[in-house]
T-cell receptor
Framework: DTGVSQNPRHKITKRGQNVTFRCDPI?????LYWYRQTLGQGPEFLTY????????KSRLLSDRFSAERPKGSFSTLEIQRTEQGDSAMYLC??????????????FGNGTRLTVT | EDKVVQSPLSLVVHEGDTVTLNCSYE??????LLWYKQEKKAPTFLFML????IEKKSGRLSSILDKKELFSILNITATQTGDSAVYLC???????????????FGQGTILTVHP
């Protein structure tokens, strides 16, 4: 399977703990995105990487959130001092971009976070 | 702020029925409109539309975009129980001076197809 891979699939944590999620994009895709989806809503944009550079962050991304994409391959999303409001599905997506052209985003199966 | 609205929010039909899902949008820097199908996991890509009036088809699914009236429809003919899912509409509207795929999603339409 050469699609977008996310780990873990599920994460249950206690409020105040730190969590880290991993995303492996489609290998030839240079653009990587993180989205968050809550029940009954469409995904909301969090952040974007072009290769290893983080070029855009949503206002939704508080200081407790940090994302990295070392070497322009896999990416990690860390949430520090988790709160119950962080409970959601965290989706990673990747695309191939050349100048203004951008291929459709392909999504992973997500990591479902539950903060108790 | 970019906005995407889908209707209806939910729809219940029987196998064999034809359904039409609606998506309207208000965005700046429109580049494309995309439809995704989501069945409890990853949204899976269906269509990307960039030009008005050109229908895209894939089997029993088809979609068309109207850039003047700012809406798109997704049609599913001869529905099957396997079509039950959430259908998401998203608009790719990169902020000025950028080119990445910043999608703004609608709330989704929950389609339930009964045997």
């Amino acid at each position: 399977d050469t699609g977008v891979s996310q780990n873990p699939r599920h994460k249950i944590t206690k409020r105040g703990q730190n969590v880290t999620f991993r995303c492996d994009p489609i290998s030839e895709h240079n653009r990587l995105y993180w989205y968050r989806q809550t029940l009954g809503q469409g995904p909301e944009f969090l952040t974007y990487f072009q290769n290893e550079a983080q070029l855009e962050k949503s206002r939704l991304l508080s200081d407790r959130f940090s994302a990295e994409r070392p070497k322009g391959s896999f990416s990690t999303l860390e949430i520090q001092r988790t709160e119950q409001g962080d409970s959601a599905m965290y989706l990673c997506a990747s695309s191939l971009g050349r100048g203004f052209y951008n291929s459709p985003l392909h999504f992973g199966n997500g990591t479902r976070l539950t903060v108790t | 702020e970019d906005k995407v609205v889908q209707s209806p929010l939910s729809l219940v039909v029987h196998e064999g029925d034809t359904v039409t899902l609606n998506c309207s949008y208000e965005v700046t820097n429109f580049r494309s409109l995309l439809w995704y199908k989501q069945e409890k996991k990853a949204p899976t890509f269906l269509f990307m539309l960039t030009s008005s009036g050109i229908e895209k088809k894939s089997g029993r699914l088809s979609s068309i975009l109207d850039k003047k009236e700012l809406f798109s429809i997704l049609n599913i003919t001869a529905t099957q129980t396997g079509d039950s899912a959430v259908y998401l509409c998203a608009v790719d509207a990169p902020p000025g001076g950028t080119s990445y795929g910043k999608l703004t999603f609608g709330q989704g339409t929950i389609l339930t197809v009964h045997p």
